[in-house]
């Protein structure tokens, strides 16, 4: 099994190495397509503004590659922006995202009693049972830094929330071999932890499809 770490110049790439690590997985750095060639999963990570990130995904020349991997039901993980980047567009910007799945990304609302960007820890609140968190996981906490949330259009899609404001916001989705967390699980400590292992446990099964 290769893991392949999709380097686009806006991903912490370091502590995303650092967490698999920890249960002795080397990712493989990707940043063509060529690099995808030795990789049986992936990893979409991203820090920043949605426009700068799908610009330069656009450069390494991946998009195509990502379109196809997720058509051909090849497991892929995203982590912050690189949850958002999966949607069809955001709020944040004009740029087209990859569309592998339907919704939008939203701006977090204001006026509720909480602070744009949300930054900190929040506890999930399991939708639908996936690889990442089953419906019986009541109890973790993961670290959120975000200003954008998404708003898929297919409810299936959304694994789990976090409380925001008044109401809810997106926490994790999955879809098919395609999951995502808009918290950060290589800074959420033991949680996160449990998090990574359980997917790389997924993998390791073959990468069953989630009922």
């Known amino acids: 099994m290769t893991i392949g770490l999709i380097d686009y110049g806006m991903g912490n790439l370091h502590s995303v190495q650092i967490a698999f690590r920890r249960f002795g997985v080397e990712l493989h750095p990707v940043h063509n397509p060529g690099d995808l060639d030795a990789c049986t999963a ?4 991203g820090v920043g503004s949605f ?29 912050c922006l690189g949850l958002q980047l999966l949607f069809e567009a955001s709020d944040e910007g004009s ?3 990859l569309g592998l799945l339907g919704g939008h990304v939203k701006r977090l609302p204001t006026g509720e009693g909480e602070r744009i960007p949300h930054m ?11 690889p990442l968190l089953s419906a019986n996981d009541t109890e ?3 670290y959120f830094v975000h200003s954008y949330a998404a ?8 694994a789990a929330t976090a409380p925001f404001g008044k109401g809810e916001a997106t926490a994790m989705v999955w879809q098919r071999r395609l ?32 009922p």
Do not use: Y
């Open 151 to 158: 708003h898929p259009s297919d409810s299936t899609v959304l």
């Open 120 to 130: 900190g820890w929040a506890q999930l609140k399991p939708n639908h049972p996936s």
């Open 95 to 97: 740029t087209p995202g």
């Open 42 to 45: 992936l990893i979409l990570p």
């Open 140 to 142: 973790e906490w993961m």
């Open 51 to 79: 426009d700068p990130a799908m610009e330069r995904l656009a450069a390494t020349g991946l998009v195509p590659d990502l379109q196809r991997w997720h058509a051909e039901s090849k497991p892929l993980l995203g982590i």
């Open 179 to 210: 999951g995502a967390c808009q918290f950060h699980p290589e800074k959420s400590g033991d949680a996160g932890q449990r998090l990574i292992k359980r997917w790389l446990a997924w993998l390791d099964q073959g990468a069953p499809l989630a």
